[in-house]
């Protein structure tokens, strides 16, 4: 099915968000400025926004330790982000959590997640709750490909088949799991869908690097498993930009990988391809839409950097609701 | 008042608040028993009898059957709290923290501080822990000890079906992610229970019997083994504070810290091993804030530096007894 | 291949010490004179035996909470583990470990294991170290259709596939994992060896109530990994004559399950079949070594009885080599 | 003499030990780097560096990179160490014991008493701990706490890459299960290193400062932090008998009682939140050993009760500082 004009639109503006979002990041990492461990998601953002533009509020995501991405595309707020990124009492999670742990749960946002391959099981009980709602809500699991050898994320698409839970399994595959190359840690015979699809799940596969792609394969997905067909699973293969933490000589790349990636599978420019070539939008709106991201991303870190600091007296609090 | 057994409190009361509150859903292995057989559902309803009849009340979609995946029964239990819901989540054996810890610590226990206060994990987490079965290294630990020390989870010790209802009354129904021990030798135990909907806070520590000689502390099943040493002791005149703590994370400090005062003299009872216990968070409360009240070193009667051994002679001789706990009272009175 | 007369032998007596072995403590725990959790292996004595009658002592094997069969059939004395089950010092672990921790690493038993699950990844230690001895020696975890769900399990099957490790998960499908059948806990398009398979690993399924087809399964299974084409799987169909547990009721058994499958799946009536049938072994025979078998079972008992107890000094010895 | 990196410390004794030993084998997540890449094998060695060249050295038979699954990389190291040799797994940050606990706590921890004393279990698990990068709360935190808890369990914290060298020789050469905690914020550190073959053994401290007035005790980080409070306050003529215990488990209990007989007075620092950790665990020993010699309360620096925040300000008030174990020594002197 086609999307209109303004989806299109919202759709781009959402990747370029995340891109200048992590550019900016990258930036200003390398200076010192920002403090922590911040995994950027620079070159996965189709399979970010292509999932969650299918969302509203009620369905569920659930993150990972490299979570700016799907926190942007499910509708965290920039500059609530940025703060929190900042530390800064006025961050989506008042400073306490940083880059790893950024939620927000009123937006369906059940947080990113340090511990690979913690998410998963999070997201079936996200998932049972909508199901136990019975409005046809789902609850999405983004895993990686290293997450995917983790024992929680296979218990995790087990008890979800068991309990017939709408949870959907999105494994990002960028070929990398710190390090290491999938073909390494992955055993499998085929690939992690045909894993996945091996606990009884109906899986998909799909290019994560063409955001029409990721749309359409969710769409049906979602189609599958909001009629109440039980859980699902996909598997995008995509790449991922810079290193896996900021500073990362990446040493293991091959010579000319991040070149020829950068060209050849960068998700904006080949959205900006097709919609060219299909003379659904301009160059020029896109550009629009390119320069809006920058600044918003812009203001969002002078925001930051004036924000309120957290004082000795917050450490204590909201370790509990009652105390 | 009426009489009831310590495992029927649990399930009553779940029972209850299942009715109550459609939002309580209860998950976990063989919670049902009998899903996929021919014998069908409802063959068990717990392997300690805790949730026989559920099913048959309240239906698949709130007892929720599981595989034995148990990293994935307390995440899906942090899913379905994070979305709102009231889920009361078995771990069977409390050993089996081992296969879900993270899930435990670093996740359900985590979620409200990590998000700035922003939400809520009301998750209840039931196990049964301790000795007393020849159960041997994997199956009759405590877990207290761990758990007491993880900020974020509250942990609850019931030692009597009284307690049992009116704590798993309040840990359901609060915001926080309540770690629920239930003493496996305790199911079986009978008691008078109140009638109504009475609620027990947490952090309160009971008086089990009263006196101004020494300050005795104890939980779960260790209240009962030090009740029958003070009984014995109350015969030859000793007369012993004894405080049943109810709930260690929060702990009633203060309830322990106005009895040494009076008393002057502490015993500690924790049936886990000796290193980094509950027993020695104790001591250090009162070698902290209650030094110029102590009269006498602290005494602690905890199990030995070793796992749970199998054997009768050596499980016996491992927990905690009653005489253990005469002998520290008499040693801590005997000092000047 | 064929078996000799004298394998042939082995394998029964094998078998049937096992079988008397659990039906004695069958008896025994009724009457309250044996402490502890006690999980049977009485139906499943073709596997133990199919399997271990390929191994000798430098292969290892790891096995469950249900692990009288595998000890017995990887040589463990019968006397020792008696008195283990009755808690003297002179058992295989001086009374410390009792039924669920039996173990003989001598004998290269690595140890039953009170924890679903568990085994798997040791047995990946125990396959890596035979491995790097180069001897063409396995080693084998033994686990529960329930097992197959522990995240443990797929972990230890997926490091497996990724070191080459020479080793070979045995799944034991009795159908039961406590309470809960196999139908509705364990998640698959297909059986559980299909979920092996999807980690990239060769399976086989068999019979597990046939004695000759769990031998000549493991044959060409071994035969694979001992030639260093790393790790492979093995789906055994087999049945529980005991409840889970000693005391257990099992209510969710269907009407008439236990008699039909006593009738038509007991292992040591169809290899006592098969023998007779193929005129290679006669009754008596046989009849003797079920004699024998509970001569010997019998002795244990008596040995058991008198066996010395352990006093409250043993309770703090062997937590450490070095104190 | 020479002058060492603590990260260097670890990946040299490994080093020395696996071409002394050929039984002993390097496990983990990324321990080589580039496996399956088209960069090729060796492109990190561990992210903390603290295996670059091992590989290389003694090839992928040796030095086994693994895929994340904590639970099988400490279950490999219990099968290999079970069947006689002698794993280094490496956990990266001491938080994913969350996801491993049962392999450490229920299976290596225990194989020898469960299996009654017939077996060994020769396996180092490092793992990186500690706070101080704004890791927040599952990348920031101490275990020793935990793991001190649980009999079979060794449990080494070196500060110094002179101890890491002895220490790490002992654990590796031993025949239990050690648990080998390396500070992160510690590996780029240098000091001094003793030349040749030696070992320090477990459960003895080593004396930091020496002084009359007040008994501290501290590990890993928070020896530092200690040090640089007694050195200040050394100034003042206050004489601080600082003790590094380098383990926990064994525990020099001694030299904590020997050094309390003597100054009366007695600080612990433990990085780790207040309860049940080891602060408690040895103001109870003190409390119950070294009674009569107290002459006041006990006084403990740790972190608050609360996960660990990310904020720069929060992470710093959230650490035990050298000012707060100022202000303790100096509130313990003050007390008549
Ligand atoms: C349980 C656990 N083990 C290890 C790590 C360290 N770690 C963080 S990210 C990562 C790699 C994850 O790879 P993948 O799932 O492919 O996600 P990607 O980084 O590619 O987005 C590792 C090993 C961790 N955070 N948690
Ligand atoms: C981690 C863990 N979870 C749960 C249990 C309780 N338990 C013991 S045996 C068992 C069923 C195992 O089923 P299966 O693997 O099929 O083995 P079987 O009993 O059929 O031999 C369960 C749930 C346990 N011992 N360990
Ligand atoms: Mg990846
Ligand atoms: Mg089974």
Redesign the interface.
């Known amino acids: 099915m086609q999307l209109s004009r303004e989806q299109l639109l919202q759709a781009y503006r959402r990747m370029a968000t995340i891109r200048a979002f992590e550019e900016r990041l990258h930036d200003v990492i390398a200076t010192g400025e920002v403090a922590g461990f911040t995994h950027l998601y620079c070159g996965q953002e189709a399979v970010a926004v292509g999932v969650c533009e299918h969302l509203d509020t009620e369905d569920k995501i659930v993150s990972t330790h490299r979570g700016h991405g799907h926190c942007l595309a499910k509708g965290c707020d920039v500059q609530g982000m940025m703060k929190e990124i900042w530390g800064s009492t006025e961050g989506l999670c008042k400073g306490k959590g940083g880059s790893m742990h950024i939620a927000d749960v009123d937006k369906g946002m059940l947080g990113a997640n340090g511990i690979v391959g913690a998410g998963a099981p999070i997201a079936v009980g996200a998932a049972l709750s909508n199901k136990l709602d019975g409005e046809g809500r789902v609850a999405i699991a983004f895993s990686g490909d290293g997450a995917c050898n983790q024992g929680t994320t296979f218990e995790a698409m087990n008890m979800a088949v068991v309990t017939n839970a709408p949870c959907i399994f999105v494994f990002e595959n960028n070929h990398y799991s710190e390090h290491t190359g999938d073909d390494y840690a992955v055993g499998t015979a085929n690939d992690i869908a045909s894993r996945a699809e091996a606990f009884g799940m109906r899986v998909w596969r799909a290019d994560g690097c063409d955001f029409f792609a990721v749309y359409e394969t969710m769409r049906e997905l979602l189609e599958y498993v909001r009629a109440g067909n039980g859980p699902a699973a996909v598997e995008f293969d995509t790449e991922r930009f810079y290193g896996h933490f900021e500073g990362d000589p990446q040493n293991y790349r091959g010579d000319g990988e991040l070149d020829r990636i950068r060209k050849e599978r960068d998700c904006l420019q080949i959205f900006r391809q097709r919609v060219s070539e299909a003379g659904l939008l301009e160059t020029d709106a896109l550009d629009e839409l390119d320069k809006a991201a920058h600044a918003d991303v812009e203001a969002a870190v002078e925001a930051a950097r004036a924000a309120p600091r957290p004082t000795a007296e917050d450490v204590l609090t909201d370790v509990y609701v009652t105390y | 008042m009426a009489e009831m057994m310590y495992r029927d409190a649990v399930r009553e009361t779940i029972r209850e608040e299942m009715a109550r509150d459609e939002s309580v859903?209860v998950l976990g292995?063989?919670v049902v028993?009998?899903?996929?057989?021919?014998?069908?559902p409802e063959?068990?309803g717990g392997?300690w009898s805790t949730s026989t009849g559920l099913f048959e009340q309240f239906g698949a979609?709130?007892v929720?059957?599981?595989?034995?995946?148990?990293?994935?029964?307390?995440?899906?239990?942090?899913?379905?709290?994070?979305?709102?819901?009231r889920?009361v989540a078995e771990l069977m054996f409390a050993?089996?923290?081992?296969?879900s810890?993270?899930?435990?610590?670093?996740?359900i226990?985590?979620?409200?501080?990590?998000?700035?206060?922003?939400?809520?994990c009301p998750a209840v987490i039931r196990m049964a822990y301790g000795g007393g079965?020849?159960?041997?290294?994997?199956?009759s630990q405590c877990v207290h000890?761990?758990l007491?020390?993880?900020?974020?989870l509250?942990v609850v010790m019931p030692s009597t079906p009284e307690d049992v209802r009116g704590l798993l009354r309040t840990a359901i129904r609060?915001?926080?992610p309540v770690m629920f021990l239930e003493h496996k030798a305790l199911y079986g135990v009978s008691g008078e229970v109140p009638e109504g909907d009475y609620t027990i806070p947490f952090g309160h520590a009971r008086q089990v019997t009263a006196g101004e000689d020494v300050t005795v502390v104890a939980t779960g099943m260790m209240v009962g083994v030090a009740e029958a040493a003070a009984e014995r002791m109350a015969e030859d005149g000793i007369g012993v504070d004894l405080l049943d703590l109810r709930t260690t994370?929060?702990m009633d400090e203060e309830a322990i810290l106005d009895s040494v005062e009076v008393t002057g003299r502490l015993v500690i009872v924790d049936e886990?091993?000796p290193?980094?216990?509950?027993?020695?968070?104790i001591?250090?409360?009162?070698?902290?804030?209650a030094?110029?009240s102590?009269r006498?070193?602290?005494?602690?009667v905890t199990a030995?530096?070793?796992?749970v051994?199998?054997?009768?002679?050596?499980e016996q001789?491992?927990l905690p007894s009653d005489d253990q706990v005469e002998a520290a009272v008499r040693k801590t009175l005997d000092y000047r």
Chains 1, 3 share one sequence.
């Open positions: 859903v292995e063989d028993g009998g899903m996929g057989t021919a014998g069908g063959a068990i392997i979609s709130r929720i059957d599981t595989p034995i995946s148990e990293s994935a029964i307390v995440g899906t239990a942090g899913g379905l709290a994070l979305s709102g819901k889920p050993d089996f923290i081992g296969v810890l993270d899930q435990l610590w670093n996740q226990g985590k979620f409200r501080y990590m998000f700035g206060g922003k939400t809520r079965y020849n159960a041997a290294a994997q199956h000890q761990i007491t020390g993880m900020p974020g509250k609060g915001d926080d994370s929060p886990a091993p290193r980094c216990n509950l027993a020695t968070d001591a250090a409360l009162v070698a902290r804030k030094f110029s102590l006498a070193p602290v005494e602690m030995p530096h070793s796992p051994p199998f054997a009768l002679e050596l001789a491992y």
